[in-house]
């Protein structure tokens, strides 16, 4: 079945980064775009970026410039995200997900990694 | 702070029907399809209505959606317990290029 599989919880220190990956299996891998999604304890859905994982193009949100890396495996079908300069804002449940259809200007996810929290402390 | 409105909070009693705004603009929800999640607790988002008023294969037809000009509205009749849960709307921006989320509606069943 089509399943987005994401690496472990992570704690990091301020000021350090973050790397979370997201193991795609089921389907086409470079057929789908993945896009991040945060969201904060006790908070809503804050869409990151999104990768084209056959051209490796990624386009991000403008708060997150500067700061997020997105990249893409396809000897792998996993696709990473890196966040730099950590804060304790950033704490926060990262997931990834898959469009469905509808083109990259799509809102429509499924499926949906289990999330991988991240926990800025120092 | 969201560019999607939604209320915060809903509430309603077992079999009642409700209603979850999301008010928007002319970038996003004007000029692009609506999706609708719902999120259980300690759980990922899943996808209850898509393109604006279409439901997944295993979503109960008590959930609905519609869209009018900049504004959309996700409807669940016949409420239940288990749908007490958080709800997002979605929908890609022109102006931004990329996907804005609402704030949420947590909906409490009475």
């Known amino acids: 079945q089509v399943q987005l599989v994401q690496s472990g919880a992570e704690v990091k220190k301020p000021g350090a980064s973050v790397k979370v990956s997201c193991r795609a299996s089921?389907?086409?891998?470079?057929?789908?775009?993945i896009h991040w999604v945060r969201q904060a304890p006790g908070q809503g859905l804050d869409w990151m970026g999104m990768?084209?994982?056959?051209?490796?193009?990624?386009t991000s949100a403008q708060k997150f410039q500067g700061r997020v890396s997105m990249t893409r495996d396809t000897s792998t079908n996993i696709v990473s995200m890196e966040l730099s300069s950590l804060r304790s804002e950033d704490t926060a449940v990262y997931y990834c997900?898959?469009?469905?259809?509808?083109?990259?200007?799509?809102?429509?996810?499924?499926?949906w990694g289990q999330g991988t929290l991240v926990t800025v402390s120092s | 702070q969201s560019v999607l409105t939604q209320p915060p909070s809903e509430s309603g009693t077992p079999g009642q029907r409700v209603t979850i705004s999301c008010s928007g603009s002319?970038?996003?929800?004007?000029?692009?399809?609506v999706y609708w999640y719902q999120q259980l607790p300690g759980t990922a988002p899943k996808v209850l209505i898509y393109?604006?008023?279409q439901r997944p294969s295993g979503v109960p037809d008590r959930f609905s959606g519609s869209k009018s000009g900049t504004s959309a509205s996700l409807a669940i009749s016949g409420l239940r317990s288990e749908d007490e849960a958080d709800y997002y709307c979605?929908?890609?921006?022109?102006?931004?290029?990329?996907?804005?989320f609402g704030g949420g509606t947590k909906l409490t069943v009475i």
């Open positions: 002319s970038s996003n929800i004007g000029s692009n399809y």
């Open positions: 393109r604006n008023n």
């Open positions: 089921g389907y086409s891998f470079t057929s789908y775009y």
């Open positions: 990768v084209d994982p056959s051209t490796g193009g990624t």
């Open positions: 997900a898959r469009t469905v259809a509808d083109g990259y200007n799509s809102g429509w996810f499924d499926p």
């Open positions: 979605a929908a890609w921006d022109d102006s931004l290029n990329g996907v804005l």
